[in-house]
């Protein structure tokens, strides 16, 4: 399994590209409570040239981007990216990170369309915060 720490990298950093802001606020709070510094918050829009990241990380966020930005590309994912990811994750982790960017993606899109908004200082209302931390 995917530790959550990385899941939240990879869920901010697709709400980032989607311009989500919805799930920009959520998920850096999650990365917050996960007592992650601000530096790799701060660094996550940038993270090929942050010093924050372990490889590990690197090749989630490059899977991530990769699967985002599909129509970016001829190659969508190419092998290069899917080989690095599956270099540090073995198969269910794999998929496990496959399932959250998709998952991530539907969420960001979702909101976009809708224009939903963030809720103050990131934080979500009593109720929907434990509904998120009842599927977590």
Do not use: M
């Amino acid at each position: 399994a995917v530790a959550p720490g990385p899941l939240e990298l990879v869920h901010l950093r697709a709400s980032q590209i989607n311009g989500c802001s919805v799930c920009v606020a959520l998920h850096t709070r999650g990365l917050k409570d996960l007592d992650e510094t601000d530096d790799r918050i701060f660094a996550v829009a940038a993270w090929r040239d942050a010093p924050f990241f372990t490889d590990a990380e690197r090749a989630a966020l490059a899977l991530t981007e990769a699967a985002t930005r599909l129509s970016d590309r001829s190659d969508p994912v190419p092998d290069e990216v899917w080989d690095e990811a599956a270099k540090y994750y073995r198969e269910e982790a794999l998929a496990q990170l496959v399932v959250h960017i998709g998952v991530i993606n539907l969420f960001n899109r979702l909101n976009v369309a809708t224009r939903q908004l963030s809720w103050a200082g990131g934080k979500l209302p009593p109720e929907v915060a434990a509904k998120v931390a009842a599927q977590n």
